[in-house]
């Protein structure tokens, strides 16, 4: 076959070029869904975000195991308040527009973030920043208004990452298509299902990056993803497909990982919209849902009941009481609020393999009791429209919503806040099922005005225990990190949050 004809066939990631000339290695990556943006401050997906770690990075990090490190800050202080954090900055970083990162180009982007005008999606993250403080060119000073423990955990969420303050005059609004950051690869190409990065060779980590570009393919279906790594089409499939695992620890020529993760997958019920205003509606439609046997249908076992509001790995979880498998007394809970025939409701959620399977498993589940559901899966970019235009809750559409959540900040905070707090509707954060509690709400309160562990640990045990009952959500499992490569691949790794890193890529 000719060089010509390989580079038509697409099928390889490493072509051998004309003698003399280097070859040019460009890791392919398998992903479910579509990109919805390329604003890290702006998007709501861990995909995306993921994704934009090769261009963009943060102040600080997580290692695999989701402890903090340090990144375009070497190091910080804080006060015994946690109102005040100095941050100590990396010098000789450039962004991709070849500005230099320095200690005004962190004070624009917090500013920018924390600034409720800007309307940006991930504003909570820093929404108890006052202001920032230049003290020179490598050193900053953060003023919260009230005390915050995980601040410094927050700055490490993806959606805290620097933007180049230069690209963000030029472009404005369109900084979404048009991303300039500090990280190992730039930006090249963005289409409806592939995103393009390729090196950036004037990266600060020295020798750094080891291939030459990343494209990022959104391959909704299962089969297909697993077809093209075996073809050498991707090296990379993550999420992997759990039902296959079997059969790719069977091909020599593939690895795959197993680990466990801080996601959650739930139905957000929308808590103002009838029926599901109804307390004992949406605990019917708990105990109408087998969890074992969803762990076991949707993730073939990879994949444990949920048994809070945040899973286990989470720092300050707590275990609540279950909603056991009872078709009986959902009917029960159903006949004594109205709904003795049940109702008809509809579901929507992405269009992934997986997805569809949870929503075409909650359907039989939910029939059982009368429940009539029809599924809708959406392509991600129109499933973010259609929560993320809503201005107001009474406008909202949805009725169930399938999704999962990990908070990206390694802490309890962002598992909570974002999801089940009264002033997180959409847009200005994930509420999707419109929950509002006075008393969870002063117990997230609480907890962010408190630096003390002992005293948050209270409050986010307070706001579990009252949401848990509410069931603003049913409640379905916690599942395992599953990813699997081509073993000429090295240096890439998910982490707890179903995020991934493929900045140390190698290919041989």
């Not at 195991?65 to 202080?77: H, I």
């Not at 444990?304 to 056991?324: C, H, N, R, W």
């Not at 598992?415 to 002033?423: E, S, T």
């Not at 907890?447 to 009252?466: H, I, M, S």
């Amino acid at each position: 076959m000719r060089i010509r004809d390989l580079l038509a066939a697409g099928t390889l990631a490493t072509v051998l070029l004309l003698p003399g000339l280097a070859a040019a290695k460009t890791l392919v990556v398998g992903v479910p869904d579509n990109m919805t943006g390329l604003d890290p401050t702006n998007v709501n997906d861990t995909q995306s975000q993921t994704a934009m770690r090769t261009i963009y990075q943060g102040l600080f990090g997580f290692d695999h195991d989701m402890k903090l490190v340090p990144l375009l800050a070497e190091s910080y202080e804080a006060n015994d308040t946690a109102t005040e954090f100095v941050l100590h900055l990396r010098k000789g970083v450039k962004f991709h527009d070849g500005t230099d990162f320095d200690a005004t180009a962190v004070k624009i982007n917090i500013e920018r973030l924390a600034n409720p005008d800007n309307k940006l999606s991930r504003r909570s993250l820093v929404a108890m920043v006052d202001h920032v403080d230049v003290i020179d060119a490598a050193t900053v000073k953060i003023i919260l208004k009230t005390p915050f423990g995980a601040m410094i955990n927050s700055l490490a969420h993806p959606g805290a990452m620097m933007l180049s303050p230069a690209a963000i005059e030029k472009y404005g609004k369109d900084i979404g298509r048009n991303p300039v950051g500090t990280g190992p690869f730039k930006f090249k190409r963005w289409a409806a299902d592939v995103l393009e990065v390729e090196k950036f060779d004037g990266y600060w980590k020295k020798g750094w990056p080891k291939v030459d570009g990343v494209t990022f393919r959104s391959v909704p279906e299962n089969g297909a993803r697993f077809a093209m790594l075996q073809a050498g089409e991707i090296q990379y499939a993550v999420p992997f497909p759990s039902e296959l695992v079997a059969v790719a620890e069977k091909i020599p020529t593939l690895s795959v990982v197993k680990e466990p993760s801080i996601v959650e997958w739930y139905v957000a019920i929308n808590t103002m919209k009838k029926p599901f205003d109804d307390l004992r509606v949406r605990q019917a439609l708990n105990h109408a849902v087998d969890k074992v046997a969803y762990c076991k249908i949707v993730y073939t076992g990879f994949c444990t009941p949920a048994d809070s509001v945040i899973p286990q790995k989470l720092g300050f979880y707590q275990k609540q009481l279950e909603f056991a498998f009872d078709v009986a007394k959902a009917k029960a809970l159903l006949a004594d609020a109205g709904f003795p025939n049940g109702f008809e409701a509809e579901m929507f959620a992405n269009n992934n393999t997986n997805a569809i399977r949870a929503m075409q498993f909650l359907q039989q589940q939910f029939a059982q009791v009368g429940v009539k559901l029809t599924v809708t899966p959406l392509e991600s970019g129109v499933m973010a429209q259609k929560i993320w235009s809503v201005q107001k809750p009474e406008d909202a559409t949805v009725q169930l919503q399938y999704g999962g959540w990990s908070s990206s900040t390694g802490d309890a905070d962002w598992g909570l806040r974002p999801l089940l707090y009264g002033k997180s509707f959409p847009p200005a954060m994930y509420n999707v099922a419109y929950y509002k509690n006075d008393k969870v709400d002063a117990a997230i309160e609480g907890a962010l005005g408190t630096a003390d562990p002992t005293k948050r640990a209270a409050f986010y045990a307070e706001a579990q225990k009252l949401a848990w009952v509410d069931a603003p959500w049913v409640y379905l499992g916690v599942i395992e990190n599953i990813s699997a490569q081509s073993k000429s691949l090295s240096g890439v790794y998910m982490l707890p949050d179903r995020g991934f890193v493929v900045e140390d890529a190698e290919l041989k």
